[in-house]
Nanobody, 120 residues
């Protein structure tokens, strides 16, 4: 059984930075695609970023490009999301997910989420 545990959320002022971490246990996820999603109050969950197993290929939702950076350390079974120049609209619960290449995120592993609040 795989467990994903997010950490690093908190309250920050607009323009500030946070670094989220997602540690996995139970199985090595080095061959999995890792991703970050978020869900704001009253809104549907949205994709934020993902990273392929090698770490060489990443993708981002347009609204975070140039501000967020996803990375992974396969030796530590951990994926990170560095968030800079945060805006109030980034406020959401952030979820980490892992999925085998070519599979749907819905069928993958999900963490419990960590709250990020950006004050104006």
């Amino acid at each position: 059984q795989v467990q994903l545990l997010e950490s690093g959320g908190g309250v920050v002022q607009a323009g500030g930075s946070l670094r989220l971490s997602c540690a996995s246990s139970g199985r090595t996820l080095s061959a999995y695609v890792m991703g970050w999603f978020r869900q704001a109050p009253g809104k549907e969950r949205e994709f934020v970023a993902d990273i392929m197993w090698s770490g060489a290929d990443t993708s981002y939702v347009d609204s975070v490009k140039g501000r967020f950076t996803i990375s992974r350390d396969n030796a530590k079974n951990t994926v990170y999301l560095q968030m800079n120049s945060l805006k109030p609209e980034d406020t959401a619960v952030y979820y980490c997910a892992a999925v085998q290449p070519g599979r749907s995120w819905e069928g993958g592993y999900w963490g419990q989420g960590t709250q990020v609040t950006v004050s104006s």
